[in-house]
């Protein structure tokens, strides 16, 4: 079994800034792609970031220029940092990730962590 844990969600002001965190723990051989998703009340599921295992990258127009997705391949673990919050930028927020263990690669997701901004 694989788990992928956030943290780093929180109560910040419009304005703000957040660090997410996720780390990945079980049995497998590597991860490949890892994202950042969110989903705020009434609303699906939307891309925020994504980071393929070589560091190439990709943002929703929504969050570009403010929000930041890095991974330390040596630690298993996806960054998101956000700057500039907005009040719309509420939700919860959830890692995902393609592992690659034996039999071939299996799309895990976290539990998620709640963002709230306060404007």
């Known amino acids: 079994q694989v788990q992928l844990m956030e943290s780093g969600g929180g109560l910040v002001q419009a304005g703000g800034s957040l660090r997410l965190s996720c780390v990945a723990s079980g049995i497998f051989f590597r991860i490949d792609d890892m994202g950042w998703y969110r989903q705020a009340p009434g609303k699906q599921r939307e891309l925020v970031a994504t980071?393929?295992?070589?560091?190439?990258?990709n943002y929703a127009d929504s969050v570009k220029g403010r929000f930041t997705i890095s991974r330390d391949n040596a630690k298993n673990t996806v960054y998101l940092q956000t700057s500039s919050l907005k009040s719309e930028d509420t939700a919860v927020y959830y890692c995902?990730?393609?592992?690659?263990?034996?039999?071939?690669?299996?799309?895990?997701w976290g539990q998620g962590t709640q963002v709230t901004v306060s404007s």
């Open positions: 995902k990730a393609y592992v690659r263990r034996e039999g071939g690669s299996y799309l895990s």
């Open positions: 980071i393929t295992r070589s560091g190439s990258t």
